[in-house]
């Protein structure tokens, strides 16, 4: 089955400075990469995706590379604020039969003031 | 217009007994999966249900079970509880099973078993 490998598991930059986190996925049928923020005690929020016919796609601070030939996806996050810690997890999707989103270990994002 | 909401958020239970969770997909969402997150597993996938049926089911064991409604709600059941399936469990909905598939999360429902 597919397996998604999530890097760094915990992440600390300044406020105002990038981060970026990293995954990559095995199958490479998969054609679905969301991303997701989960803060504590709340469920995971989607906060952006991309489909394997696109390589890059951004909305305001935020933006997601996909590379189909290395199977492996990464997520920027710009010019950061105290309020985008928390722990992020990307994920791959695979149709075709047995269709389901796996999910990598997730990062703990902390933003140092 | 609401979001995914899941029922109780909170439950205890003792070992051996069994419990029932429910969740409530945003309005006009037609599939609804379950996952089942845990420190040391991360976010596992449990079943899917779209109309009623179940289309794809993961790696667990058969004490886990879920159903969906005709107005998409749905229940997952989980019998003959074990100290290891303490966890928050997560339902998603999506509107339908094209892509994309995005999946939006309720808040859970943690579970604990004593």
């Known amino acids: 089955g597919e397996n998604v490998e999530q890097h760094p598991s915990t992440l600390s930059v300044q406020e105002g400075d990038s981060a970026v986190i990293k995954c990559t996925y095995s199958?490479?049928?998969?054609?679905?990469f969301p991303w997701y923020k989960q803060e504590l005690g709340k469920g995971p929020q989607l906060i952006i995706d991309i489909r394997s016919n696109v390589g890059e796609k951004k909305d305001q601070r935020i933006a997601v590379t996909l590379n189909k030939t290395a199977k492996h996806f990464s997520l920027h996050i710009t010019e950061t604020q105290p309020e985008d810690s928390a722990v992020y997890f990307c994920?791959?999707?695979?149709?075709?039969?047995?269709?389901?989103?796996?999910f990598g270990t997730g990062t703990r994002l902390t933003i140092i003031p | 217009k609401a979001g995914v909401t899941q029922t109780p958020r909170y439950l205890i239970k003792t070992r051996g007994q069994q419990v029932t969770l429910s969740c409530s997909p945003i309005?006009?969402?037609?599939?609804v999966s379950w996952y089942q997150q845990t420190p040391g597993q991360g976010l596992q996938f449990l079943f899917e249900y779209f109309s009623e049926t179940q289309r794809n089911k993961g790696n667990f064991p058969g004490r886990f079970s879920g159903r969906q409604f005709s107005n998409s709600r749905s229940e997952m059941n989980v019998s003959t509880l074990e100290l290891g399936d303490s966890a928050l469990y997560l339902c998603?909905?999506?509107?339908?099973?094209?892509?994309?598939?995005?999946?939006?999360f309720g808040p859970g429902t943690r579970l604990l078993v004593l």
């Open positions: 199958d490479s049928a998969s054609n679905y």
């Open positions: 309005s006009g969402h037609r599939s």
């Open positions: 998603a909905s999506s509107l339908n099973v094209d892509l994309p598939r995005t999946q939006y």
């Open positions: 994920a791959a999707f695979k149709g075709g039969g047995n269709e389901k989103l796996t």
